[in-house]
């Protein structure tokens, strides 16, 4: 953040030059000269590149209030919340003023009557574009005064007739005049206060009780929705939708990579552990047949969050390994996979004909994407020197209390190991126990998925054989 401008009445303010605008033409001017920079308009949203972002360019360009339609954790809030950046770093306010009056040409009865009394002396204060948001999840029991206003008791006791404007407590919306301002999940607003919302989005002004109060707003309005909101919990009423400009749709990531890359963004994973590239392939590879599944209900969505969660809980079971054997770098592999299902079951809708299957088909769906991983990795590769130590009846056991010093002298010297590695994107040189033991895991369970050897389970080990 940089330092405030300097004038600090309006006579100084006019005299640098300043020309007021509108909070959509300055986010206009400014997502303009972003797309003529070639900077990213709204950093930090991965995989809507091609899809979301050209639209709601469009839609900001136009000057239309948006609704976004998406199922849950497809990054529509981060998307709202990423518009601050379109808007100047400060603007001036009337010094004092409850809703961010534009010093130029105050609307409020309190600023005009400063501005009619002092001239260029009217004192202005700074707003940061930090503070220009505002944001409401919509819930049953909210109501118009929450949004829109209501009368103060506390101003009436002060001596204050009931029929006087300045009586009013001003709620979230005007107080975000010359802002942005989100309402989320829509749909859940009951449709009498919803109605509160047609004056904002169409005569850009509110009304509060009987009060003759016309107070315009100068206002940005974007809303979040999930479509089957129309239907379900409740629906946007038909004069609202229509006062919106743009409606665009969200959606989960298209590609692998846009899935890998959400997650190495926002999973927080502990810095004492490594987690393998082939690991989070595993978790978005996972996340993205859960969304395809006829057993899951699509409706509902999974979100972004089942595999942001899912990484993070790998990494959990590495560093828990770690702490109870001594295991040193703490080093995620395959066998700590197997927390997963029980962990992220909560977050999973199901269709109804799947009740109590719910941990089987997330088991199986777990073991096709290090399948599919395997094949992606370690098809073709030469597996024959870890193999050999089948060939005479030999096992080898592993799990998530099998620290990886352990395994690897269980399997023994492994011919074209480093070749493994080097498939896994393991540079040369920077190789570790730990990441030895994560290669021969998948491979193990590659081969096993294969059906070329046999995996017992007990105890939270596994028991590989011929």
Not at 153 to 179: F, Q, S
Not at 387 to 404: K, N, Q, R, Y
């Given at each position: 953040?940089?330092?405030?401008?300097?004038?600090?009445?309006?006579?100084?303010?006019?005299?640098?030059g300043y020309a007021p605008r509108t909070v959509k033409r300055e986010v206009r001017d400014n997502l303009l000269a972003r797309l003529r920079a070639g900077a990213d308009p709204f950093p930090g949203l991965l995989g809507f590149d091609e899809t979301v972002g050209p639209h709601?360019?469009?839609?900001?360009?136009?000057?239309?209030?948006?609704?976004?339609?998406?199922?849950?954790?497809?990054?529509?809030?981060?998307?709202?919340?990423?518009?601050?950046?379109?808007?100047?770093?400060?603007?001036?306010?009337?010094?004092?003023?409850?809703?961010?009056?534009?010093?130029?040409?105050?609307?409020?009865?309190?600023?005009?009557?400063?501005?009619?009394?002092?001239?260029?002396?009217?004192?202005?204060?700074?707003?940061?574009?930090?503070?220009?948001?505002?944001?409401?999840?919509?819930?049953?029991?909210?109501?118009?005064?929450?949004?829109?206003?209501?009368?103060?008791?506390?101003?009436?006791?002060?001596?204050?007739?009931?029929?006087?404007?300045?009586?009013?407590?001003?709620?979230?919306?005007?107080?975000?005049?010359?802002?942005?301002?989100?309402?989320?999940?829509?749909?859940?607003?009951?449709?009498?206060?919803?109605?509160?919302?047609?004056?904002?989005?169409?005569?850009?002004?509110?009304?509060?009780?009987?009060?003759?109060?016309?107070?315009?707003?100068?206002?940005?309005?974007?809303?979040?929705?999930?479509?089957?909101?129309?239907?379900?919990?409740?629906?946007?009423?038909?004069?609202?939708?229509?006062?919106?400009?743009?409606?665009?749709?969200?959606?989960?990531?298209?590609?692998?990579?846009?899935?890998?890359?959400?997650?190495?963004?926002?999973?927080?994973?502990?810095?004492?552990?490594?987690?393998?590239?082939?690991?989070?392939?595993?978790?978005?590879?996972?996340?993205?047949?859960?969304?395809?599944?006829?057993?899951?209900?699509?409706?509902?969505?999974?979100?972004?969050?089942?595999?942001?969660?899912?990484?993070?809980?790998?990494?959990?079971?590495?560093?828990?390994?770690?702490?109870?054997?001594?295991?040193?770098?703490?080093?995620?592999?395959?066998?700590?996979?197997?927390?997963?299902?029980?962990?992220?079951?909560?977050?999973?809708?199901?269709?109804?004909?799947?009740?109590?299957?719910?941990?089987?088909?997330?088991?199986?769906?777990?073991?096709?994407?290090?399948?599919?991983?395997?094949?992606?990795?370690?098809?073709?590769?030469?597996?024959?020197?870890?193999?050999?130590?089948?060939?005479?009846?030999?096992?080898?056991?592993?799990?998530?209390?099998?620290?990886?010093?352990?395994?690897?002298?269980?399997?023994?010297?492994?011919?074209?190991?480093?070749?493994?590695?080097?498939?896994?994107?393991?540079?040369?040189?920077?190789?570790?126990?730990?990441?030895?033991?994560?290669?021969?895991?998948?491979?193990?369970?590659?081969?096993?998925?294969?059906?070329?050897?046999?995996?017992?389970?007990?105890?939270?080990?596994?028991?590989?054989?011929?």
């Open positions: 953040m940089t330092a405030s401008p300097t004038p600090r009445t309006l006579g100084t303010l006019l005299e640098s709601l360019q469009r839609a900001l360009l136009a000057g239309h209030d948006v609704v976004l339609l998406g199922e849950r954790g497809q990054g529509k809030t981060r998307l709202i919340r990423s518009l601050v950046g379109l808007l100047d770093e400060w603007i001036p306010v009337v010094e004092g003023c409850e809703i961010n009056d534009e010093p130029t040409a105050p609307v409020c009865g309190r600023c005009q009557q400063l501005a009619a009394a002092l001239g260029e002396a009217l004192p202005i204060g700074w707003r940061h574009r930090s503070d220009r948001y505002g944001e409401k999840l919509a819930t049953p029991d909210t109501s118009v005064g929450d949004l829109i206003g209501d009368v103060d008791p506390i101003k009436v006791a002060e001596g204050r007739k009931l029929g006087d404007p300045e009586t009013v407590h001003y709620g979230l919306v005007p107080r975000t005049n010359r802002g942005i301002f989100s309402v989320n999940e829509l749909p859940d607003l009951a449709e009498r206060i919803q109605v509160a919302l047609l004056n904002v989005l169409e005569e850009r002004d509110i009304q509060v009780r009987g009060y003759a109060l016309r107070l315009p707003l100068d206002l940005l309005l974007v809303a979040s929705a999930n479509p089957e909101d129309y239907t379900n919990r409740g629906r946007i009423i038909t004069p609202l939708k229509d006062r919106f400009g743009a409606e665009i749709r969200t959606h989960y990531p298209l590609r692998l990579d846009d899935e890998l890359a959400v997650i190495r963004q926002e999973a927080l994973l502990d810095p004492e552990v490594a987690v393998p590239d082939h690991l989070l392939e595993v978790v978005a590879r996972f996340t993205r047949l859960v969304r395809e599944s006829q057993a899951v209900d699509q409706r509902s969505g999974v979100s972004a969050r089942f595999a942001i969660a899912a990484a993070e809980t790998v990494a959990a079971s590495a560093l828990r390994r770690a702490a109870i054997t001594g295991e040193h770098p703490a080093t995620a592999r395959v066998s700590d996979l197997g927390g997963l299902v029980e962990t992220l079951r909560g977050k999973v809708e199901f269709e109804a004909a799947e009740e109590g299957r719910e941990v089987d088909v997330l088991a199986h769906l777990l073991r096709r994407a290090v399948a599919e991983v395997f094949r992606a990795r370690l098809a073709g590769s030469d597996l024959t020197g870890l193999l050999a130590h089948f060939t005479e009846g030999g096992t080898i056991i592993t799990g998530d209390l099998v620290p990886a010093a352990e395994l690897l002298r269980e399997v023994g010297p492994v011919p074209g190991l480093s070749k493994l590695l080097e498939r896994l994107g393991v540079a040369e040189g920077s190789e570790s126990p730990g990441q030895a033991a994560a290669a021969i895991e998948l491979a193990l369970e590659g081969r096993h998925l294969q059906k070329k050897l046999s995996k017992d389970e007990a105890g939270g080990r596994a028991v590989y054989g011929a």
